[in-house]
């Protein structure tokens, strides 16, 4: 079926983090209805998507919400039944690795068998030929890489209890598209950031530390690995990846990434330096102070607690195939991405009501 003669209706899991809140904007500014599932928490769990819910009285409304949990069959099911999408997007999971570490039976049963419930649900509903599936894997999967930099075809070793279930999220997706003949696509995708970030992960726990000691509210951050290194793009520009990859006529996986990898270090330096926070970051070392003022305060300091059991020391992406076959680039410098960053949360700082914690 051509693309104009779809009906234009996503289903996308996970609304309500970092890669739903961008997709969505996307998909609504592309004329999508778009239904998200959330989780019923008991604090709001929205705040990403404020900006763009509509009340679904009004008669044109395009934004639905309903409540569902990946870890609940019946559930996916139903609401897979009645908003009947033309594409999925499943972007929900237990997606931090360290946490996995503490919950990895959970992690293994949202991340891994969540992916089987919802492919299982396109099956049983009978939609293996009108319902497109994205599913979200991750540059976790090389984990101790194999190769340099990584492509579509380098061999997976993952290297924690998160990566482990992806793989076998990336597997079963892949065997679905093969027997069942869903048009199913994989995304590996390399870390993506921005003001959107989920305040635990590194980037956005470095720059929203750099603001609040910026304006005198933090004292000190701590860190774990300072030496490990990513290729960070720009989440904004991945969510379009995404979308693009079921616009082909044929699915296939795909690797997204800059290209460009970045120690943590690196971007610790450059988030003080927009914050305007003096900090001797001379030579590669810190000593065990941590890293200093000329005054003799120490601003950053290594935690051994947020060590990995396992860690991932080098990610860098080779994303050639998306670029010939989906004409897919990034256009975001790291360099601008942490100024971004940094920007967006002095200004969350300087707001009084914004800055307890
Ligand atoms: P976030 O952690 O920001 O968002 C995760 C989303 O999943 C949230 O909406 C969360 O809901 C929801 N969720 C978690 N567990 C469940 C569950 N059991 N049932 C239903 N919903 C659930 O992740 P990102 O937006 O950064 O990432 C999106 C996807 O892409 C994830 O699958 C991630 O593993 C993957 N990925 C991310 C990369 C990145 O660099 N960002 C790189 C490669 C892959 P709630 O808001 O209630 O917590
Ligand atoms: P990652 O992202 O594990 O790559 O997974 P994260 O930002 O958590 O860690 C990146 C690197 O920074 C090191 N690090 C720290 N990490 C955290 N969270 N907190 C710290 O204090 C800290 N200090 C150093 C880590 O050890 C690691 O080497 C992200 C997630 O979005 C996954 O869902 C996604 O699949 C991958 O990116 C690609």
Same mark, same amino acid.
């Given at each position: 079926?051509?693309?104009?003669?779809?009906?234009?209706?996503? *289903?996308?899991?996970?609304?309500?983090?970092?890669?739903?809140?961008?997709?969505? &904007?996307?998909?609504?500014?592309?004329?999508?209805?778009?239904?998200?599932?959330?989780?019923?928490?008991?604090?709001?769990?929205?705040?990403?998507?404020?900006?763009?819910?509509?009340?679904?009285?009004?008669?044109?409304?395009?934004?639905?919400?309903?409540?569902?949990?990946?870890?609940?069959?019946?559930?996916?099911?139903?609401?897979?039944?009645?908003?009947?999408?033309?594409?999925?997007?499943? *972007?929900?999971?237990?997606?931090?690795?360290?946490?996995?570490?503490?919950?990895?039976?959970?992690?293994?049963?949202?991340?891994?068998?969540?992916?089987?419930?919802?492919?299982?649900?396109?099956?049983?509903?009978?939609?293996?030929?009108?319902?497109?599936?994205?599913?979200?894997?991750?540059?976790? *999967?090389?984990?101790?890489?194999?190769?340099?930099?990584?492509?579509?075809?380098?061999?997976?070793?993952?290297?924690?209890?998160?990566?482990?279930?992806?793989?076998?999220?990336?597997?079963?997706?892949?065997?679905?598209?093969?027997?069942?003949?869903?048009?199913?696509?994989?995304?590996?995708?390399?870390?993506?950031?921005?003001?959107? &970030?989920?305040?635990?992960?590194?980037?956005?726990?470095?720059?929203?530390?750099?603001?609040?000691?910026?304006?005198?509210?933090?004292?000190?951050?701590?860190?774990?690995?300072?030496?490990?290194?990513?290729?960070?793009?720009?989440?904004?520009?991945?969510?379009?990846?995404?979308?693009?990859?079921?616009?082909?006529?044929?699915?296939?996986?795909?690797?997204?990434?800059?290209?460009?990898?970045?120690?943590?270090?690196?971007?610790?330096?450059?988030?003080?330096?927009?914050?305007?926070?003096?900090?001797?970051?001379?030579?590669?070392?810190?000593?065990?102070?941590?890293?200093?003022?000329?005054?003799?305060?120490?601003?950053?300091?290594?935690?051994?607690?947020?060590?990995?059991?396992?860690?991932?020391?080098?990610?860098?992406?080779?994303?050639?195939?998306?670029?010939?076959?989906?004409?897919?680039?990034?256009?975001?410098?790291?360099?601008?991405?942490?100024?971004?960053?940094?920007?967006?949360?002095?200004?969350?700082?300087?707001?009084?009501? *914004?800055?307890?914690?």
């Amino acid at each position: 079926m051509s693309l104009s003669e779809r009906r234009k209706v996503a *289903l996308i899991t996970g609304i309500t983090g970092q890669d739903g809140a961008y997709l969505a &904007r996307l998909l609504l500014s592309e004329g999508y209805e778009v239904h998200g599932m959330r989780r019923r928490s008991s604090s709001f769990n929205t705040g990403r998507i404020e900006d763009i819910y509509q009340d679904p009285h009004v008669p044109d409304a395009r934004f639905f919400l309903h409540y569902g949990d990946l870890t609940d069959s019946t559930n996916m099911i139903r609401i897979v039944q009645e908003t009947q999408p033309s594409e999925i997007y499943n *972007l929900a999971a237990q997606s931090h690795v360290a946490v996995s570490f503490e919950t990895p039976e959970y992690t293994a049963n949202a991340d891994g068998i969540g992916t089987l419930r919802l492919l299982e649900a396109i099956r049983i509903l009978g939609m293996e030929n009108k319902t497109r599936f994205y599913q979200a894997s991750t540059s976790e *999967l090389y984990g101790l890489a194999q190769e340099v930099p990584q492509r579509e075809t380098t061999p997976f070793y993952p290297r924690s209890p998160y990566g482990a279930a992806k793989l076998y999220a990336y597997w079963i997706t892949v065997n679905y598209r093969e027997a069942y003949g869903i048009h199913a696509s994989n995304g590996i995708l390399f870390n993506h950031e921005s003001p959107l &970030r989920g305040e635990t992960f590194v980037t956005r726990k470095i720059t929203r530390a750099a603001a609040a000691i910026a304006l005198g509210r933090q004292d000190k951050l701590f860190l774990g690995n300072l030496d490990a290194k990513r290729d960070w793009g720009h989440a904004r520009e991945y969510a379009r990846g995404m979308w693009m990859m079921l616009q082909q006529d044929d699915p296939d996986d795909y690797v997204l990434a800059t290209g460009e990898t970045t120690e943590v270090r690196q971007f610790v330096r450059w988030a003080f330096e927009d914050a305007g926070i003096p900090v001797d970051f001379r030579g590669d070392g810190i000593n065990e102070k941590g890293y200093c003022q000329a005054t003799g305060k120490c601003l950053i300091e290594v935690d051994p607690r947020y060590f990995r059991p396992t860690e991932v020391d080098l990610l860098i992406g080779d994303p050639s195939k998306a670029h010939q076959k989906l004409g897919w680039r990034h256009e975001t410098p790291v360099r601008d991405l942490v100024r971004e960053m940094v920007e967006s949360d002095l200004a969350k700082a300087r707001q009084p009501q *914004l800055t307890v914690d």
